[in-house]
């Protein structure tokens, strides 16, 4: 008789690799939101830094160079994000990169 090499199909997980790995789709993305408020105001909100930073010196450096209050909440879902007041979605950008807390293609800006 002939010999088949014949595999049979086991559970594959095409994304496993992509997760120990620095692929893009890997990294945590760092989210700064634009909510708008009631009339001209609005509050710039920012979330996915990793837990190990300090969310209270970040904010204060932030309302110290952008001149804006703010403040951290608690969110059960999310963990804990940075609200700042005003539109301060690029600001709050160029502060991440330079200060090395993410890279540019780790930070996502949403809003109008």
Request: with cysteine.
């Amino acid at each position: 008789m002939v010999e088949l090499d014949i595999q049979v199909p086991s559970a594959y997980d095409p994304f496993a690799e992509a997760k120990d790995s620095d692929a893009p789709g890997a990294k945590e993305n760092i989210h700064i939101r634009i909510q708008q408020r009631n009339g001209k105001k609005s509050l710039t909100t920012v979330q996915g830094l990793k837990k190990e930073y300090s969310y209270e010196r970040i904010l204060k450096d932030l309302k110290k160079d952008f001149c804006c209050n703010g403040n951290v909440v608690q969110n059960k879902e999310l963990g804990k994000i940075i609200q700042l007041q005003g539109d301060q979605r690029k600001k709050v950008s160029q502060f991440l990169v330079q200060a090395g807390i993410a890279e540019k293609d780790q930070i996502k800006i949403h809003g109008f």
